[in-house]
């Protein structure tokens, strides 16, 4: 059993370095033709705050670390981003229908509310990113001024979103 050992591991590292050379596509765009900010009023205050527990996960615009230039680490964050982004993004935000975009506000407060946003595995790293109290209330205000703004200003049919089939 011992012979088998040293050429598994090997093995083990010749795989290492090989991987690394299979790198995902970067999240990084400057395209924010449907941003958020195109249609919505972002308070300063609150920008800061989408920027820094959001944006990296919940934008085209993802700030790497530098342990995302080794692999497999980099192909779980390229996973968990493209999930993030499924979930909201904010740079394509304006593309939905204002449906949509009603039910993504909806989203952040009950998010923000219930814990789950930013989640803790993002924030046990990056700690800037973890919000107070009054930082999720900001959010939390904010975006339910932007669903009153809706509401105002459009149907009530027009803002809820209809489930296909």
Same mark, same amino acid.
Not at 14 to 28: K, S
């Given at each position: 059993?011992?012979?088998?050992?040293?050429?598994?591991?090997?093995?083990?590292?010749?795989?290492?370095?090989?991987?690394?050379?299979?790198?995902?596509?970067?999240?990084?765009?400057?395209?924010?033709?449907?941003?958020?900010?195109?249609?919505y009023?972002?308070?300063?205050?609150?920008?800061?705050?989408?920027?820094?527990?959001?944006?990296?996960? *919940?934008?085209?615009?993802?700030?790497?670390?530098?342990?995302?230039?080794?692999?497999?680490?980099a192909?779980?964050?390229?996973?968990?981003?493209?999930?993030?982004?499924? *979930?909201l993004?904010?740079?394509?935000?304006?593309?939905?229908?204002?449906?949509?975009?009603?039910?993504?506000?909806?989203?952040?407060?009950?998010?923000?509310?219930?814990?789950?946003?930013?989640?803790?595995?993002?924030?046990?790293?990056?700690?800037?990113?973890?919000m107070?109290?009054?930082?999720?209330?900001?959010?939390?205000?904010?975006?339910?001024?932007?669903?009153?703004?809706?509401?105002?200003?459009?149907?009530?049919?027009?803002?809820?979103?209809?489930?296909?089939?």
């Amino acid at each position: 059993m011992k012979k088998y050992i040293k050429p598994i591991l090997w093995g083990l590292l010749v795989i290492l370095v090989l991987i690394q050379f299979i790198r995902p596509a970067r999240n990084q765009s400057n395209d924010e033709t449907y941003g958020i900010h195109t249609k919505y009023a972002v308070p300063q205050e609150v920008d800061a705050i989408l920027k820094t527990a959001c944006n990296d996960c *919940h934008s085209n615009n993802t700030i790497y670390p530098w342990y995302a230039n080794v692999q497999p680490v980099a192909w779980w964050l390229a996973n968990h981003v493209e999930e993030g982004k499924h *979930h909201l993004n904010l740079s394509e935000f304006t593309k939905s229908r204002v449906a949509v975009q009603n039910h993504k506000f909806d989203e952040i407060i009950d998010m923000i509310k219930e814990g789950e946003m930013p989640m803790t595995s993002y924030t046990l790293i990056h700690r800037d990113a973890v919000m107070s109290d009054a930082q999720k209330q900001l959010v939390i205000d904010w975006a339910q001024s932007m669903m009153d703004t809706l509401k105002s200003q459009y149907p009530a049919d027009s803002l809820v979103l209809k489930r296909k089939g």
